[in-house]
């Protein structure tokens, strides 16, 4: 079975894709956001990135849930 390909500018994930590390790249492509934005708001948003080495990542499924708490508020 083949893979339909991904449209340009938007994100689909598998149930594997859900845990794999997101850059901060990923993340403002996701929110439709410049990068700045992101590297700029991420600790007042409080979106979940963690350190890996010197660089952000974001899990996909926790990004969801962050999103999902956004709307609550």
């Given at each position: 079975m083949t893979t339909p390909p991904r449209p340009s500018g938007a994100f689909f994930f598998s149930e594997d894709s859900?845990?794999?590390?997101?850059t901060v790249d990923d993340v403002a492509e996701y929110?439709?956001?410049p990068k700045s934005w992101v590297y700029n708001?991420?600790?007042r948003e409080g979106i979940?990135?963690?350190k890996?080495?010197?660089?952000l990542r974001c899990r996909?499924?926790?990004l969801?849930?962050?999103l999902?708490?956004?709307g609550a508020q």
């Amino acid at each position: 079975m083949t893979t339909p390909p991904r449209p340009s500018g938007a994100f689909f994930f598998s149930e594997d894709s859900l845990t794999k590390l997101m850059t901060v790249d990923d993340v403002a492509e996701y929110l439709n956001v410049p990068k700045s934005w992101v590297y700029n708001n991420h600790k007042r948003e409080g979106i979940p990135f963690v350190k890996v080495g010197q660089s952000l990542r974001c899990r996909m499924n926790d990004l969801a849930h962050w999103l999902d708490k956004q709307g609550a508020q």
